[in-house]
């Protein structure tokens, strides 16, 4: 499988450039996700000029503009960070990246609660660091996850699942942009998106069935409304709402038992006695075993290589 690409906070790539020369290497980033992904490392402190060692930083002030100085001497590098991304931001577009991990607390490249000091001293966690905020406002439809949410399941798989689909995207706008293809393109991830949300689920069905001329409006409108829905979590509601869904596909191949069998996985799914990949493995097998072309090629029940493990947690 060809490889996409994501661009990630240097340090969690074991990268020595964190204010005191060390790091702080994620093995799950590096060693699993590297099986299937490039990345793009990036360290907005150094590559804007501050040296190794350094004195730390911290966000201070207004939490939607805050300045950015050292804690100990007060010296602020707000102008020469937000140079820097501006800039940056741009040389990244060559890249095509699919997604971006930053680095959580980090006054440059947190991505939510990063701690904002007012001017006595007093810290809030409601900040950005800077260089997350210009990437996220410069790629608004981006995938972004910061590495400590990554731990949790959930989490880690709607992120992983959105940049994968985000590659798909980009992958159908590089071979034939043109409304047939937006058509199939939205065929193949009808479940994925409902188990995201029934509302954007059907809010895009609509667009697809009045999609506006010419085709290149068509894929950027397409392209908003996908980002707005993966980023709506799912959860085993959600899930469970589509696996009967599936099920339904089956109601005149399957015995009573085999029936049976599938309801009570997905209820042992509900209740978190089973992990995600216990119904979905017994759906498939009836998918491979009755041929059902409309499932074959659902997204939903393979989005990612399954050597990730992400639908293992309950």
Known sequence: MEKLKIGVSACLLGQNVRYNGGHQ???????????????????????????????????????????????????????????????????????????FIFKKDSPSSGLYRVKVYSEQGMPRNVGTGMFARAFTRHFPLLPVEEEGRLNDGRLRENFIES?????????????????????????????????????????????????????????RQYGIHLAETLRVRTTAKKHCNVLLHILGYFKHELSPDEKQEVLETIEAYR????????????????????DQPYLRDQYYLHPHPLDLRLRSHC
């Open 163 to 219: 940049v994968f689909v985000f590659k798909h995207f980009r992958d159908l706008i590089k071979a034939s942009p043109s409304r047939g293809a937006l058509v199939d393109f939205h065929t193949r991830h009808k479940l994925l998106l409902l188990a995201h949300s029934q509302e954007h689920y059907r809010r895009m069905g609509r667009f697809i069935a009045a999609m506006p001329e010419p085709a290149e409006e068509a894929y």
């Open 25 to 99: 290497l994620n093995h799950f980033i590096r060693d699993i996700l590297g099986q299937y992904m490039d990345f793009v490392p990036v360290c907005p402190e150094v590559e804007c000029g501050m040296s190794i060692p350094r004195e730390t930083l911290r966000l201070v002030g207004n939490e939607d503009a805050p300045r950015l100085v050292t804690s100990r001497s007060g010296v602020d590098h707000t102008e020469q960070m937000q140079s820097w991304a501006e800039e940056k931001v741009k040389q990244l577009e060559r890249e095509e990246l699919c997604g």
């Open 271 to 290: 209740l978190g006695e089973v992990p995600l990949i216990v119904p979905i493995t017994l759906l498939n097998h009836y998918v491979r075993k009755f």
